[in-house]
């Protein structure tokens, strides 16, 4: 099979990865990939949101499955003008994407289908929005609708915060038409932890779970980033917990959106949070979750082709695969700076003394120059180790970062420290 995957992160190395372990593989593209990835793949310069070129890319070069794997292209509907042209394509169609693609669709769903989540209050105008923040109770969450690179969130911790958030979300629109509404939500305590799942809309199968570590310094200081690290599984993810999640969270999902005519195929993500009074849902991705996949793919043990084509086809039932008994941890190299103002074009040194030590090395933000792989982006490098112990994994991951080294290089030194 030709498989072309759209995107170019850290995330999409590690499926082409395994895919490109897959038997019914003859031919790995993507687009527009990065350096790491053309060692694996064949680079084709069209950018992710791209919809007409990836369509008559896959055309003329009749790809048998492209896999949609950012969100933007998914919610823009890339999916459904694939299918129209007779490609097949693996991702949820725009009418399910938009359970990521809209935050008051999502909140409305939990709400209809008694599915946990934080309460929560809908805004399309500032005056009202800020009318209800006077008496509202700190900290309040406000976000903006739509997609917003991760960006749209803000936790005021008193009604000046609130006030700055509505005029830069709503009135300055620094996210576009993604703020022409807010949820304004309670604060829920807790730790958080990711659970990707695949899911045909008839059968629902939870990956290992995983935690990210979103804020840019060690012991969670500094501004909020696209993730600086993950591990797998979370050692606070225990089967009662998961057998709860099982229940009161991922079945009613799927079956919501089956009742809602938005059937949802693909990876279906899950914000979660623990809190006193139970899991709930903080937020759901139409996707793999980045930097979580690169921790929790390498533990994935089976055909990753042959279930995307069974999810495609409506019998995931019928595949096997398995999820190796090992810990995984995933280390961001960042450049200098991120998530603000940093400089790219940076040499990288030591990749394949790196690699010579067994961890893989997923590359975000890189590309070839004058022969050289260079920093061309915020996170550079995904570097992940695994082992039966999670402590070992910890270290195996940053033997693998001492390694390497470019100009003005950041990484965060506790990665799953707080549990060992
Ligand atoms: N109700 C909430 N209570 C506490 N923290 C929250 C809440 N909602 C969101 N957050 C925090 O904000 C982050 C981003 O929110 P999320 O809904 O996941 O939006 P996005 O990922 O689209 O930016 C979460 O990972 C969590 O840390
Ligand atoms: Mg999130």
Redo the contacts with the bound molecule.
């Keep these: 099979m030709k498989v072309l995957v759209v995107g170019g992160g850290g995330r999409e190395h590690a499926i082409c990865q395994k895919l490109s372990e897959s038997k019914k593989l003859t031919k790995l593209y993507c687009a527009p990939g990065n350096a790491g990835i053309s060692e694996i793949a064949e680079i084709v310069p069209i950018g992710a949101t791209d919809i007409e070129g990836i369509v008559n890319f896959s055309k003329e070069n009749k790809i048998d499955l492209v896999v949609v794997s950012p969100d933007d292209p998914l919610v823009m509907g890339m999916v459904d003008a694939l299918n129209k042209e007779g490609i097949r394509a693996f991702g949820p169609d725009k009418n399910a994407a938009i359970i990521e693609g809209s ?1 008051v669709f999502s909140k409305e769903l939990m709400k209809k289908y008694n599915i946990p989540t ?1 309460k929560y209050e809908v805004f399309d105008n500032p005056q009202n929005a800020l009318e209800y923040l006077k008496g509202a109770p700190y900290p309040a ?1 406000i ?1 903006a609708e739509g997609l ?1 690179l ?4 803000i ?1 005021a911790k008193d009604y000046n915060e609130a006030q700055g958030a509505i005029k830069s979300i709503m009135v300055d629109k620094v996210f576009g038409a993604s703020g022409n509404r807010v949820v304004i ?4 305590e807790g730790t ?1 932890i990711s659970v990707l799942a695949f899911t045909d809309g008839k059968t629902i199968i939870p990956m290992k779970s995983a935690q990210d570590h ?1 804020r840019a310094l060690d012991n969670d200081e500094g501004l909020n980033t696209g993730g600086m690290g993950a591990f797998s599984p979370s050692p606070i993810y225990t089967k009662e917990m998961e057998k709860e999640c099982m229940e009161k969270i991922f079945i009613p999902t799927m079956e919501a959106m089956n009742k809602e005519n938005r059937t949802f195929r693909g990876v279906l993500y899950f ?1 979660l ?1 623990s809190t006193k009074d139970g899991v709930k849902v ?2 759901y991705n139409c996707r793999f979750g980045d930097p979580e996949t690169q921790a929790v793919l390498p533990l994935f043990s089976g055909d990753l082709l042959e279930v995307f084509e069974a999810i495609i086809d409506g019998r995931l039932s019928e595949v096997k695969f398995s999820f190796k008994d090992e810990k995984s941890v995933c280390i961001v190299m960042a450049s200098g700076g991120y998530p603000q103002k940093y400089e790219t074009g940076y040499e990288i040194f030591g990749l394949d003394e790196a690699k010579s030590l067994g961890v893989s090395i997923y590359h975000a933000g890189t590309k070839h120059k004058d022969g050289k792989i260079v920093t061309s982006g915020g996170r550079v490098l995904g570097v992940c180790a695994q082992d039966k112990d999670f402590k070992r994994a910890i270290e195996k991951a940053y033997e693998g970062v001492k390694k390497i080294s470019f100009t003005n290089c950041h990484f965060r030194t506790d990665i799953g420290k707080k549990y060992i």
């Excluded at 939500?185 to 829920?188: A, D, G, I, R, T």
């Design positions: 935050k934080a969450v976000k917003a991760g960006k749209g969130v936790i939500e309670e604060f829920l958080e979103k914000g949070i903080i937020e």
